[in-house]
């Protein structure tokens, strides 16, 4: 009498995806013969193994994982740099797909590359650093496989003021460049919109009643209603429980924080100094409001108390500050003083006022200005002027940003909530 183990397989050569493994699924049951007979046991329950992809072939290759809803159908681009450590040197774009993998030819082996992604639509994130430096092998080493994983939203929603009209208008538009609407219609200036922290007001600043005011308006641009009457207010900023709102006034002579209630109600003055303090942002946790004083950041309690200067470098010049959903970073606009280029974005800690740059200079001394934050902190708006100002939204992935997006003319973005 004998006893075997018999596999039975249910199925094989399953092809798993455009690596070529395959998943093979089987079931083991015992045999026991004697006497000329044979006695089968029950089957087990199923059991699966795959192989292990080839290894890539020699190359590079560029792979796009895409995933979500609203994807670009029109796929992506890569532009690839030889690195030379002290130079990049142009080798070429190509056209990447949504989903899969291209082998790029006619690399050096035992080089360094540079692989630069671009062209994602503006409600896709990129989820990978980028660019990405590489060390293509020698044409007996495996291939290299630089990825970009991308994960694609329904587009949102930004406010933001434009001259297209001839004078300044607040109109919103879906972060994808799509579905642009004006909100206002008036002779006067309107401009800097501000959403409310739940998305159904947008605060501005208006010239409609004689000086610039601050006002608010239902969302969809109805009902606006003037909120102060200083003789001068500007740059709106919600408080993050949207019962407050924190301005700067020029009705003392210089430029002054306050903050006022949503009926008009409660002015309160916030700083009192010679300098000009203007620009308040206000932190997500409400505690601090970030503001600029001269051409320095400097933060104080929600009540005025605690003025602090943040960034002392006495060589360059900062405004704007918009704190992250988080509350861990602040975008600011930076100015070099012995720059004969303009404002450039940057990243500053809240806590010592380090920062480091977000965009860079380029030959035409473009302005990037007004940045603002989208509300799961994965992307920022700001805008870029050269001989005309335009939104750019940018993908913001582990401290860096990917290239930038231009959405529509404009200025003074607002995303909102």
């Not at 209630?261 to 409001?289: F, Q």
Request: proline share 8%; net charge negative; glycine share 10%.
């Amino acid at each position: 009498m004998e006893c075997n183990c018999v596999v039975h397989f249910e199925a094989a050569a399953d092809a798993m995806g455009t690596e070529r493994t395959t998943q093979y699924c089987y079931k083991v049951r015992a045999v026991r013969t004697g006497g000329g007979t044979a006695a089968y046991s029950e089957l087990s329950n199923t059991a699966c193994a795959t192989t292990s992809p080839p290894p890539a072939p020699p190359g590079l290759h560029v792979k796009t994982v895409t995933s979500g809803v609203d994807l670009d159908a029109d796929g992506y681009q890569a532009t690839v740099w030889a690195d030379w450590g002290w130079v990049w040197v142009y080798f070429g774009t190509v056209a990447l797909p949504v989903n899969g993998t291209i082998t790029l030819p006619g690399l050096n082996p035992g080089s360094d590359y540079v692989v630069e992604f671009s062209g994602a639509a503006s409600n896709c994130d990129l989820n990978s650093r980028n660019p990405q430096t590489v060390y293509l092998g020698m044409l007996w080493d495996p291939g290299v496989v630089v990825e970009f994983d991308l994960t694609c939203a329904p587009p949102t929603q930004l406010a933001f003021a434009t001259m297209t009209d001839g004078n300044a208008e607040i109109y919103v538009i879906k972060s994808n460049g799509t579905a642009g609407a004006r909100l206002t219609l008036d002779p006067a200036s309107d401009s800097a919109p501000a959403w409310s922290p739940d998305g159904t007001k947008i605060a501005f600043q208006s010239d409609r009643s004689g000086a610039a005011e601050i006002w608010v308006m239902d969302a969809d641009g109805s009902n606006p209603v003037q909120l102060t009457a200083t003789g001068g207010s500007f740059r709106p900023s919600w408080a993050p429980d949207a019962n407050r709102i924190a301005f700067s006034s020029t009705r003392d002579g210089n430029s002054e924080i306050y903050t006022i209630n949503l009926d008009g109600t409660g002015l309160v003055n916030l700083t009192n100094d010679p300098s000009d303090d203007a620009e308040p942002a206000w932190s997500p946790d409400g505690t601090r409001i970030a503001f600029r004083k001269g051409y320095q950041i400097h933060l104080m309690s929600s009540d005025g108390s605690g003025v602090a200067l943040l960034s002392a470098d006495p060589y360059v010049a900062d405004a704007q500050p918009a704190w992250s959903p988080d509350g861990g970073s602040l975008l600011v606009s930076r100015f070099f003083c012995a720059d004969l280029c303009p404002t450039t974005i940057w990243l500053m800690s809240p806590v010592d006022g380090s920062a480091w740059a977000l965009t860079a200079e380029n030959p035409d001394c473009e302005t990037h200005t007004d940045p603002t934050w989208s509300p799961d902190g994965r992307n920022i708006a700001f805008t870029a002027t050269d001989f005309c100002s335009g939104i750019t939204t940018v993908n913001f992935v582990s401290g860096y940003l990917t290239s930038g997006v231009p959405i529509t003319e404009g200025f003074k973005p607002s995303w909102r909530p």
